[in-house]
C-alpha cells in the first residue's frame, strides 16, 4: 500500500538516535535545547519549547494564555480533533469557524461576522486557533488585525506547516500570532516519532510554557517564592503536566530539520505533477496562494460539489484506489459532527462549508519517498476510477 504521508529517515538520522542511547541522558537532557535552538533558527522565533506531541503543545499553549472554564474558544472544524480539544482540556466552551471553500482554511469572513456578532450579545473569545490546513497558512494578517480589535489571543495550529512561508517569512515566526504549534508525528513534515513544539515571540509566555511541560515545577531562585533551601530545591508554583520531549526525539527532530527545505521542495515537485495532471479531470483542488509557500503536508482534492450523492461516489473511489494499493484518506471529518461534540450541542449545518468539503474529499498520496513510478500508478488509478463512475 503506498500510503498518503510517511516519514523519510536518513542513515544520519538513526545516528544521531543511537548516540543519544549512549549518553548519559535518555529525557530531556542536552539535545532537547539543541533542538529548541534548531527550530529558532528556521523559524526565526526568538523562543521554542519543545514537547512530546502537537496536542501537548496546543494544550500548554491555551493553559499559558489563560484559556479555563468560562471562557471561549474558537478552532476550524476542517481538523484533527486535537485543535478543539485544546480548548475542552482547558474547560473551556469551544465553537467553529466555518471555511472558505477555496482555501479551505477558516474564513476570515466568517470570523468577522461570527466577532460582530459575538461582540453585540458579549460572548467575545478569549483565544482564536487557526489550523493552516494542508500547510497553507491561514490569512494571518486579517486574523491578527481582528485580535486587535476585538482583543483575542491568537495560536496558530501549524501542525502541517512548518517549513511553509507567509507573507515573506516563515511561518512559526509568531508575527501575526501569540503563539504557533508544530506537530513532528511521522506524517507530517518533519518527525520525532512523536513530539511537537510551541514557537513565541513573548518571554513570559516561553517561561510559563517550560514551568507547564515539567509539572509546574521551576528551579530558577529568582523565580521562587522565597530564598531555596538549598542546591536540592525545587518549587511547584502551578499546577504542571509531564509533557517533556525526550533526548531521542529531540535528537532525530535536530537531525530531520537539516533537510527541511528539501522535504518542502520534494513535495512541491510531487504537487507540480499531480496539478498537472489533474486540470482537466471534474476534481477541485484546495487552491494555493502563489504569493505564500504551503508546506504541503496533504495534498486534498474533492469531488465536484455539483455532483448529486457526492458521499457514495467518494466511498466508491475511495475503495478503488484502495483497492489498486493506494492509500487515500480522508481530511478531515468535521470535528463539530464527532459524537462527543454532537454532545455538546453541535448539530449537522454548524459548519457547512466544512460539511460540504468533508462530503467530496480524498487526499492522495504525498511525501518525500513516494516515487515517480508510484505517483503515476496513483494518477492513473484516480482516472480509471472517475471514468469507472462515469465522471470523465
Ligand atoms: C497531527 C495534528 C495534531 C496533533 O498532532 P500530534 O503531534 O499527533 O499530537 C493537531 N492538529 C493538527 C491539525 C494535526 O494535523
Not at 491578527?144 to 476585538?150: C, I, P, T, V
Not at 484518506?329 to 454532537?342: D, E, F, G, K, L
Not at 467530496?360 to 500508478?377: D, I, N, V
Request: hydrophobic fraction near 40%.
Amino acid at each position: 500500500m503506498i500510503p498518503y504521508g510517511r516519514q523519510s529517515i536518513s542513515d544520519k538520522d538513526v545516528a544521531a538516535v543511537v548516540d543519544v542511547l549512549r549518553s548519559d541522558f535518555l529525557t530531556q537532557g542536552p539535545a532537547v535545547p539543541r533542538f529548541e535552538q534548531a527550530l529558532r533558527a528556521a523559524c526565526k522565533a526568538p523562543h521554542a519549547i519543545a514537547v512530546n506531541s502537537a496536542t501537548s503543545a496546543l494544550h500548554i499553549a491555551c493553559l499559558a494564555l489563560g484559556l479555563g472554564p468560562g471562557k471561549r474558544f474558537w478552532t476550524s472544524p476542517n481538523s484533527f480533533v486535537a485543535s478543539a480539544n485544546a480548548g475542552r482540556l482547558c474547560g473551556a466552551d469551544v465553537d467553529f469557524v466555518d471555511i472558505d471553500p477555496d482555501t479551505l482554511n477558516m474564513s476570515t469572513t466568517q470570523l468577522s461576522d461570527r466577532l460582530e456578532q459575538a461582540r453585540r450579545d458579549d460572548t467575545l473569545p478569549h483565544i482564536v486557533m487557526p489550523v493552516h490546513f494542508g500547510g497553507q497558512s491561514c490569512d494571518m494578517r486579517s486574523i491578527h488585525a481582528l485580535s486587535d480589535e476585538y482583543g483575542f489571543r491568537v495560536i496558530e495550529d501549524a501542525s502541517h506547516a512548518i517549513g511553509a512561508i507567509y507573507d515573506g517569512a516563515r511561518v512559526g515566526d509568531c508575527r501575526y500570532s501569540d503563539a504557533c504549534v508544530f506537530s513532528f508525528h511521522p506524517v507530517k513534515i518533519i518527525t520525532t516519532g512523536e513530539g511537537g513544539a510551541v514557537t513565541t515571540r513573548d518571554p513570559a509566555l516561553a517561561n510559563r510554557l517550560g514551568m507547564l511541560r515539567s509539572h509546574g515545577v521551576i528551579r530558577d531562585a529568582g523565580q521562587m517564592t522565597h530564598d531555596s533551601d538549598g542546591p536540592w530545591y525545587y518549587q511547584q508554583i502551578d499546577l504542571g503536566l509531564n509533557y517533556r520531549m525526550t533526548d531521542l526525539q529531540a535528537a532525530l527532530g535536530t537531525s530531520q530539520i537539516a533537510r527541511l527545505d528539501r522535504f518542502v521542495k520534494e513535495r512541491h515537485d510531487l504537487a507540480a505533477r499531480y496539478d498537472e495532471a489533474f486540470g482537466q479531470l471534474p476534481l477541485r483542488r484546495q487552491r494555493r496562494d502563489a504569493a505564500n509557500r504551503s508546506a504541503l503536508h496533504l495534498y486534498p482534492v474533492q469531488l465536484d460539489p455539483a455532483l448529486p450523492d457526492r458521499a457514495s461516489l467518494r466511498l466508491r473511489l475511495f475503495d478503488m484506489l484502495r483497492k489498486d494499493g493506494i492509500g487515500v484518506n480522508v481530511h478531515y471529518i468535521p470535528i463539530h459532527t464527532q459524537p462527543y461534540y454532537r454532545a455538546l450541542g453541535f448539530n449537522d449545518g454548524h459548519c457547512p462549508e466544512a460539511e460540504s468539503y468533508y462530503q467530496g474529499a480524498l487526499s492522495l498520496p504525498l511525501h518525500p519517498q513516494l516515487t515517480r513510478t508510484e505517483q503515476s500508478h496513483v494518477i492513473l488509478s484516480l482516472r480509471n476510477g472517475l471514468r469507472t463512475l462515469g465522471l470523465s
